[in-house]
């Protein structure tokens, strides 16, 4: 027996190849196995300024099949036991768990959880169309009688309301929906700062956007100082405690650990504003300052945002760095080379730099190979994830040639040689 639901989703979704308008994936949650494809309307296509295709279509439903489970739990027992609270009970978790995943890892603010009650479970089952059957070539039972059709807040979004779903996000949600990912505090603030821009609610957007990078920030200085300085966990509290206010950690403190170019593109005038005007709402009027001109308040929004992305991106580095370190070393000893950098990247990215020595002749495939198959069943075995036609990238480096080979997209490819190790051969003049 499979049980399906058509969860209402109001959602744009855009693509730049028309075979990206139709995600779909499988999960297991607990006992049960569960099918989601997204349901809408025809697509259409319309072109970018630069002439490129550009596809889109409008989505009305999440679809779910659910089948398998246990004992009375089982979706055969509960649905021939007609018992709607149970099915209501089961399939919300599974709901939220989608939910969750869209909105925090393909950043709609607009889907929210939802929290149906069990009184409810009759009304709520019929609005998500829910429906139980055994071949997709049979008619299908309609698991609650048919009544008009009832929209309540249950849905996560509101009737009418639409987001944009960007079709290059769907590996990240999808990852997050099938292992069932908890997203961080700091990506729910920032979800949430992103939502009450979109409704244009700009002093919650800015509060929001602050206490992100806030949380960012904590984590990021307390791994810099461990990280990089070497500092104890007691010097730690003393420098980050709550004696030491936002403002002088990103003015300060925080400028001093950034190169010139980071400096300039993190915009560290504006998000020390941004801050300010938060100060200015929780400690005086509980407003924005008055004078402040729209445009201005959202590019500080945006700066706070962007600044707190970049840190993230920065602690997760960091977080990898003595796990890198470790690899490395374990590398350059089997192996007799010298691994000058690894970096653990989002997405189950994997880059390295290698150094094979000063030798006169660049070692053969057969030797760089064996690097690479080690450095594969590594990765492998600390990411289950790791695909390595996808994420691997090494460079092979010998003394004064620099880059002499890559591995990437899962093959090796050598690159021309200069004839001297002082730089390419001299050219015969024109005679």
Same mark, same amino acid.
């Given at each position: 027996?499979?049980?399906?639901?058509?969860?209402?989703?109001?959602?744009?979704?855009?693509?730049?190849?028309?075979?990206?308008?139709?995600?779909?994936?499988?999960?297991?949650?607990?006992?049960?196995?569960?099918?989601?494809?997204?349901?809408?309307?025809?697509?259409?296509?319309?072109?970018?300024?630069?002439?490129?295709?550009?596809?889109?279509?409008?989505?009305?439903?999440?679809?779910?099949?659910?089948?398998?489970?246990?004992?009375?739990?089982?979706?055969?027992?509960?649905?021939?036991?007609?018992?709607?609270?149970?099915?209501?009970?089961?399939?919300?978790?599974?709901?939220?768990?989608?939910?969750?995943?869209?909105?925090?890892?393909?950043?709609?603010?607009?889907?929210?959880?939802?929290?149906?009650?069990?009184?409810?479970?009759?009304?709520?089952?019929?609005?998500?169309?829910?429906?139980?059957?055994?071949?997709?070539?049979?008619?299908?039972?309609?698991?609650?009688?048919?009544?008009?059709?009832?929209?309540?807040?249950?849905?996560?979004?509101?009737?009418?309301?639409?987001? !944009?779903?960007?079709?290059? #996000?769907?590996? @990240? &949600?999808? $990852?997050?929906?099938?292992? +069932?990912? *908890?997203?961080?505090?700091? =990506?729910?603030?920032?979800?949430?700062?992103?939502?009450?821009?979109?409704?244009?609610?700009?002093?919650?957007?800015?509060?929001?956007?602050?206490?992100?990078?806030?949380?960012?920030?904590?984590?990021?200085?307390?791994?810099?100082?461990?990280?990089?300085?070497?500092?104890?966990?007691?010097?730690?509290?003393?420098?980050?405690?709550?004696? !030491?206010?936002?403002?002088? #950690?990103?003015? @300060? &403190?925080? $400028?001093?650990?950034?190169? +010139?170019? *980071?400096?300039?593109?993190? =915009?560290?005038?504006?998000?020390?504003?941004?801050?300010?005007?938060?100060?200015?709402?929780?400690?005086?009027?509980?407003?924005?300052?008055?004078?402040?001109?729209?445009?201005?308040?959202?590019?500080?929004?945006?700066?706070?945002?962007?600044?707190?992305?970049?840190?993230?991106?920065?602690?997760?580095?960091?977080?990898?760095?003595?796990?890198?370190?470790?690899?490395?070393?374990?590398?350059?000893?089997?192996?007799?080379?010298?691994?000058?950098?690894?970096?653990?990247?989002?997405?189950?990215?994997?880059?390295?730099?290698?150094?094979?020595?000063?030798?006169?002749?660049?070692?053969?495939?057969?030797?760089?190979?064996?690097?690479?198959?080690?450095?594969?069943?590594?990765?492998?075995?600390?990411?289950?994830?790791?695909?390595?036609?996808?994420?691997?990238?090494?460079?092979?480096?010998?003394?004064?040639?620099?880059?002499?080979?890559?591995?990437?997209?899962?093959?090796?490819?050598?690159?021309?040689?200069?004839?001297?190790?002082?730089?390419?051969?001299?050219?015969?003049?024109?005679?």
């Amino acid at each position: 027996m499979k049980l399906h639901l058509y969860i209402p989703f109001g959602c744009y979704l855009n693509a730049r190849l028309a075979e990206s308008l139709e995600p779909q994936t499988t999960f297991r949650h607990g006992d049960y196995q569960v099918c989601m494809v997204f349901e809408g309307i025809e697509p259409f296509e319309t072109k970018q300024p630069t002439g490129e295709p550009n596809f889109f279509k409008v989505l009305t439903s999440i679809g779910l099949q659910i089948e398998g489970g246990h004992g009375a739990h089982a979706i055969d027992a509960l649905v021939q036991a007609k018992d709607l609270e149970a099915i209501l009970a089961v399939a919300t978790p599974m709901v939220n768990r989608v939910f969750r995943a869209l909105r925090n890892f393909g950043f709609l603010s607009h889907v929210d959880e939802i929290r149906p009650l069990a009184k409810d479970a009759e009304d709520t089952l019929r609005s998500w169309g829910a429906e139980f059957g055994e071949n997709e070539n049979d008619d299908w039972t309609k698991l609650a009688p048919e009544k008009p059709r009832i929209w309540s807040a249950l849905f996560g979004v509101a009737k009418g309301e639409q987001g !944009l779903f960007r079709a290059e #996000r769907w590996p @990240l &949600i999808e $990852e997050a929906i099938q292992d +069932n990912l *908890e997203p961080g505090p700091e =990506r729910e603030f920032l979800t949430n700062s992103l939502q009450h821009l979109r409704e244009r609610n700009y002093r919650l957007a800015l509060l929001e956007a602050v206490i992100c990078l806030e949380i960012v920030l904590n984590t990021y200085l307390r791994l810099y100082l461990s990280t990089y300085q070497n500092l104890s966990q007691t010097r730690i509290n003393k420098v980050v405690n709550s004696q !030491l206010g936002l403002t002088t #950690r990103v003015g @300060l &403190i925080l $400028e001093l650990m950034l190169s +010139n170019k *980071e400096r300039d593109e993190s =915009r560290i005038d504006e998000v020390v504003r941004a801050i300010n005007w938060r100060n200015h709402i929780v400690h005086k009027t509980g407003r924005l300052p008055a004078e402040l001109k729209e445009d201005g308040i959202i590019d500080g929004i945006w700066a706070t945002l962007e600044l707190a992305q970049a840190l993230s991106s920065k602690r997760d580095d960091l977080a990898s760095t003595p796990e890198a370190n470790a690899f490395a070393a374990d590398i350059s000893k089997n192996f007799k080379v010298r691994v000058h950098e690894v970096k653990f990247l989002a997405g189950h990215r994997v880059t390295l730099s290698i150094h094979t020595g000063a030798r006169t002749v660049s070692p053969p495939d057969d030797e760089l190979s064996a690097i690479v198959d080690e450095v594969i069943r590594r990765c492998r075995a600390r990411d289950a994830r790791f695909a390595p036609d996808i994420h691997l990238s090494i460079k092979f480096l010998r003394g004064l040639m620099g880059t002499y080979a890559i591995w990437a997209n899962g093959k090796l490819e050598r690159l021309p040689e200069p004839s001297s190790v002082f730089g390419p051969p001299s050219l015969t003049p024109p005679s």
